[in-house]
């Protein structure tokens, strides 16, 4: 893997999920590296007459999912399945980092007793922590490499999108919302990140 975290995460916060999400790609085929029998991938990335499954939201985000043949995994592929998934990660923190900016621009024009909601002291509190564990988040990317650590780094991710999806009200859940980016990301981790994995980190 040859690409930083923090180029992945620069790219998936300027480019989107997909842009992202090609860039964090190791050079080995997907189809040979996903843990599982579809890999989620950029649809640019799709060889010709490969199978592949689709879903709407992943649509909207350039993003479809490859048959896989599915073998026994090797001690070297779960090392450099492991590594993917920091740098997926990373770009799952890049696409968080955007909505989030989203959030607080939607944020700045909403009004609660003639004031913008960004000023309210819950609300800043609440985007706060959200940094704050952004900032965590990507000091464990960058420090841990056990299969087990880098899942808690995604389920955690799954979580901070959902909190930072809910900020944006009933918007949040429509299809054309830029959370739809949030959703998408889990689901495309959910094809490359083994959630239990065997052992612990040292």
Known sequence: MTTSLLEC????RSAGLAAGLARALPATPADRLAPGRYAAVPAAAVPE???V???SL???EDIVFLACPGRPREERDALELADFGRHLAAVRLGVLRAVLDHVVEHL???????EPLIRKQLVVGAIGDVMAAVERLRAQVRSQRHPAAVADVHREL???????AQH????GFLATSPARSLYVSALVAGTWVDREPEGEPA
């Open 58 to 60: 992943a649509d909207r």
């Open 49 to 51: 007459g490969a199978e």
């Open 158 to 164: 799954d979580e901070l999108g959902w909190r930072v």
């Open 168 to 171: 944006l009200g009933a918007s």
């Open 108 to 114: 700045s024009h909403r009004t609660s007793g003639d």
């Open 9 to 12: 995460e620069r790219t998936a």
């Open 53 to 55: 499954r689709t879903h």
